[in-house]
């Protein structure tokens, strides 16, 4: 991985470094901000989105008003709120692959990716993807994307959130909803990353 993604160590250790000093300074306690982990463990964040993904594999109608109204459908299973009043779902298919980026800032769809990771906001990622979104996701994501398939980056902002319907892995007939969720992950959502391959 290039410096685009950083080790999970390193933000582990900025974020008790920061709430360290929040908490000593009094701007926040630790009430406060064990409601804030557990709003985004539980109430917000890409487990919610899997379950919206899940639901658009498995329901052709969903996916199709999904596709129609992000923000109405995901309202429809009780998914909504700050930063994601206007989001927009763009599905990717064996033709066309879709990546997000918000080259202004980090206009994000919060209520069903939860916060943006650091490499979301850094200014290499976003002029980088747009410029060239196969070396990039090569390189700094692992993941290589065909070159027959033709790649989408739609920038995100204050009045429009974009997510990506990941495509669904093959060998996952008759699935759950539940099972599928678990092979939606966050990067896959935002277009850096394919779907969780299923296994027996």
């Known amino acids: 991985m290039s410096g ?14 920061l709430e360290s000093m929040l908490i000593e300074k009094g701007i926040m306690t630790t009430q406060a901000i064990d409601r804030l982990v557990e709003i985004y463990e539980n ?28 923000t109405g459908a995901c309202a429809e299973l009780g998914i909504g709120g700050l930063q994601g009043e206007d989001m927009v779902v763009v599905e990717d298919t ?3 692959h879709n990546v997000i980026v918000c080259t202004l800032c980090s206009c994000y769809p919060w209520p069903v990716l939860g916060l943006p990771p650091n490499w979301y906001k850094e200014p290499q990622y976003r002029a980088a993807i747009v410029r060239e979104p196969r070396k990039v996701l090569a390189e700094s994501f ?17 009045e429009m959130r974009y997510w990506v319907l990941p495509a669904r892995p093959a060998g996952t007939d008759g699935w759950t909803e539940d099972q599928l969720a678990e092979l939606v992950s966050r990067d896959s959502m935002i277009g850096v990353g394919p779907a969780i391959e299923a296994t027996a």
């Open 43 to 70: 109430e917000v964040g890409p487990q919610l989105g899997a379950k919206v993904v899940a639901k658009a594999w498995s329901d052709p109608e969903f996916k199709a008003r999904l596709l129609a109204d992000a």
């Open 142 to 158: 692992g993941y290589t994307v065909s070159d027959y398939v033709e790649i989408r980056v739609w920038d995100s902002s204050s």
């Open 4 to 17: 685009l993604v950083r080790s999970q160590e390193e933000i582990a250790a900025r974020v008790k470094a």
């Open 94 to 96: 064996a033709e066309v």
